[in-house]
């Protein structure tokens, strides 16, 4: 079965949420740079988000993911650089651009609704 630009979209959304959930209410830089599962498993999510906006992209280069050349090379960084990965840059991102993906998001699977 292929995936619909639909299915990535609710990808991403999952993995933002997931993130959220991993790091709890109380966002703790100190606890995620001393957790590497923790750190394991939020950079993996992002693998997500940037695989998914890469296939989204494949399919309908029009479909507009503010960032989202950036978004893919983050995914690129993290698995290709996985040795420079710096945990300051991961915790911006946590903090200032998925909460504007998320929203982004939303509102491109409202918009494809109507």
Same mark, same amino acid.
């Given at each position: 079965?292929?995936? $619909? ?9 999952? $993995? ?14 100190? *606890?995620?740079? %001393?957790?590497?599962?923790? @750190?394991? /498993?939020?950079?993996? *999510? ?5 695989? /998914?906006?890469?296939? &989204?992209?494949? &399919? ?7 960032? %989202? @050349? @950036? &978004? ?16 300051? &840059? ?15 998001? %939303? ?8």
């Amino acid at each position: 079965m292929l995936h $619909s630009i639909e299915m990535y979209l609710l990808d991403i959304s999952n $993995s933002i949420n997931s993130i959220f959930d991993y790091l709890g209410e109380n966002k703790n830089f100190n *606890e995620y740079e %001393s957790n590497k599962l923790l @750190r394991r /498993a939020v950079e993996r *999510e992002l693998e997500i988000i940037g695989e /998914a906006t890469n296939r &989204i992209l494949k &399919i309908d280069p029009n479909v507009s993911i503010p960032n %989202s @050349r @950036r &978004i893919v090379d983050l995914r690129n960084w993290v698995i290709h650089a996985y040795d420079n990965v710096d945990n300051v &840059i991961i915790w911006g991102i946590i903090n200032k651009d998925l909460p504007e993906l998320k929203i982004q998001v %939303s509102k491109i699977l409202n918009d494809r609704k109507d």
